[in-house]
């Protein structure tokens, strides 16, 4: 089961000069955690939470929502 949204998590991270490095030794995030990020599995919403709290932003500025295609869920 694909999970229906991508994350945009390097556009904020580049933009405000942070590393994996800075997320997994300075905020806590597991280095598990963003390989299953970057791999489209699931993450929990108090990822996303340290996430948004760490970069200043909201949900949608790293999460974005992709619809399956309607022949894929007949």
Known sequence: LMCPFKLLLVCPLFNQG???YDLIFHHGISSHTLY???QGKPITTSTLDTLCFVLVCNVSDILSYVPDDV???K
């Open 18 to 20: 942070r590393t994996e």
């Open 36 to 38: 299953r990020m970057k």
């Open 71 to 73: 022949e894929e869920k």
